[in-house]
C-alpha cells in the first residue's frame, strides 16, 4: 500500500495548485504532517476581502466609509460514500461580519436565515460532508451604521473582488449610481468612475479572473485594471433586466422579463388612492432567456437547454449548480429572488422557478421538493452532528 506521507513534495505542489477553495486547501493539510507543510494555509480574512476597510470618496457621500463583507454560498450534502441515494442537498450563505461572527443567510437575498431549529448543530464535523463551493458575493456596508444592519444601510449595488495569488494586492467593481462602473484597487483612496456608458450598466461578474460588465443593451465589455473598456460582444436587446452568470468555463448573459402587475378593486377599476401604489402596483417576473457568449464573433447566441445545470440568480451574485449535486430539482431551470406576494404590502423577496423546457415560471413552493434546497434545513444535518458527537463521548470512556 503506498504511504501517501512520503509522496514527492514537488507531486503535492503539483496537486495544491489544483485546490479550488479554502476548504480543500484545510483539508488537503489535514491529512499529515508533510501535507500541511507543503502547502501554506489560506491567506487571512483581510487579504481576501473580509472586514477591509475602504474608501467611499467617488461613489458615495453617506459615510465615513465602507466596511468589504465576504459571503461564500455552499452546498452541503450527505458523503456519496455513506449513501447513494443521499437526499437532497441544502444550499445556504455564510457571511463573516466584522465582529468575525459567522451569520447564515439566504442564498439568493441579503435576508438572514432566523431563527434557526433548536436542534440545529453549532459546530458542523466538514470531513464528514460532501461539501460544494458555489459562489461568494462581496457587500459593501456603509462605517456610519452599525455593522449589522438592514438593507439601508448597505451600498445596494453589486460588488465584485479580485485578489492576487499572494493576497497582497486587490481590485473592486461596482456600478455607480450614475449607471456607470467604478473601480478601487488597493492603496488607493478614491474610487476611479469609468465614463465609459452608452448605456447604464446592469450587471458585473468577476470571469476566469477578469472583470467583465453588461449594460442594459446587452453589450458586454472587458474591464481592465487600468480602467480600459474592451468590447468583447455587442448589443443583445430584449428583456428588462440583465445578469451575467458562469456556467462549466462559460459566460452565460440571462434576460429577465418583467411584467407590471395591477390589483382592481370589486368593480374592476384600478384603485386610485396614491398612497397604497405600492401596495397595488409591482413588477414580477414573467419570463428568462439565456445566452452564451461567442468571444471570436463578439455574439450572445441563445441558448435553449442548459443540460444538467441549474442558474440561481441573487441580489448580489450570480452561480450554478449541476442538478446531479442537488438532488432536488431537475437541470434546465433558474431560481431567482421575486417577489410573489399579491395582497397587501410587499413581505421581502421570495424565491422563483423558471422551467425552460416548458416554459412555467411560480413561487419556488408550486415545485414539488425544489424548496429543500432551502428551509427549513434538512434532518441529517442535526444526525450528523448527533454521530460526531457519539463518537466523541465513547473516546472519551
Known amino acids: 500500500m503506498a504511504e501517501w506521507s512520503q509522496m514527492p513534495e514537488d507531486l503535492l505542489l503539483l496537486i495544491a495548485r489544483r485546490l479550488g477553495t479554502q476548504f480543500d486547501v484545510l483539508r488537503f493539510r489535514s491529512v499529515c504532517s508533510s501535507w500541511r507543510s507543503s502547502v501554506a494555509p489560506s491567506p487571512g480574512p483581510s487579504r481576501r476581502g473580509r472586514s477591509l476597510i475602504l474608501p467611499n470618496d467617488g461613489i458615495s457621500d453617506a459615510a465615513l466609509g465602507f466596511h468589504l463583507s465576504k459571503s461564500t454560498i455552499f452546498l452541503l450534502g450527505v458523503a456519496r460514500s455513506r449513501d447513494q441515494d443521499a437526499p437532497a442537498g441544502w444550499l445556504l450563505k455564510v457571511k463573516e461580519d466584522v465582529r468575525r461572527r459567522m451569520n447564515l443567510l439566504n442564498p439568493l437575498s441579503r435576508s438572514p436565515i432566523a431563527p434557526l431549529p433548536e436542534d440545529f448543530p453549532r459546530v458542523l464535523d466538514l470531513m464528514d460532508l460532501r461539501l460544494l463551493e458555489l459562489g461568494h458575493e462581496y457587500v459593501l456596508q456603509y462605517m456610519s451604521y452599525p455593522p449589522c444592519g438592514n438593507d439601508g ?224 434545513p434538512p434532518d441529517w444535518i442535526a444526525s450528523t452532528t448527533s454521530e460526531v458527537q457519539n463518537q466523541l463521548e465513547a473516546l472519551a470512556v
Not at 396614491?274 to 419570463?287: H, Q
Not at 441558448?303 to 441580489?315: N, S, T
Open 153 to 376: 444601510h448597505l451600498y445596494l449595488e453589486k460588488v465584485v473582488f479580485l485578489c492576487s495569488d499572494d493576497g497582497n494586492d486587490f481590485a473592486l467593481l461596482t456600478i455607480h449610481v450614475s449607471g456607470k462602473l467604478a473601480m478601487l484597487k488597493s492603496g488607493q483612496k478614491r474610487w476611479s468612475v469609468i465614463r465609459d456608458m452608452p448605456s447604464p450598466y446592469d450587471d458585473v461578474i468577476l470571469f476566469k479572473g477578469e472583470f467583465y460588465a453588461v449594460d442594459g443593451t446587452g453589450r458586454t465589455v472587458l474591464v481592465g485594471l487600468d480602467l480600459g473598456v474592451t468590447l468583447v460582444a455587442e448589443s443583445n436587446f430584449g428583456g428588462d433586466k440583465k445578469f451575467l452568470v458562469e456556467s462549466v468555463g462559460e459566460l452565460l448573459l440571462v434576460d429577465m422579463y418583467l411584467s407590471l402587475d395591477v390589483e382592481t378593486d370589486h368593480d374592476g377599476v384600478v384603485t386610485e388612492l396614491a398612497e397604497n401604489f405600492d401596495y397595488i402596483t409591482r413588477e414580477r417576473t414573467v419570463r428568462f432567456k439565456v445566452y452564451k457568449l461567442d468571444r471570436e464573433e463578439k455574439v450572445w447566441n441563445e441558448v435553449k437547454d442548459l443540460g444538467d445545470r441549474v442558474l440561481f440568480l441573487g441580489d448580489d451574485c450570480t452561480f450554478s449548480a449541476s442538478a446531479a449535486d442537488l438532488r432536488a430539482c431537475k437541470g434546465n431551470c433558474i431560481f431567482f429572488s421575486d417577489n410573489w406576494e399579491l395582497e397587501g404590502p410587499p413581505k421581502g423577496p421570495g424565491i422563483g422557478v423558471y422551467d425552460m423546457d416548458s416554459g412555467n415560471i411560480g413561487p419556488l413552493e408550486d415545485y414539488a421538493g425544489y424548496s429543500e434546497l432551502f428551509w427549513p
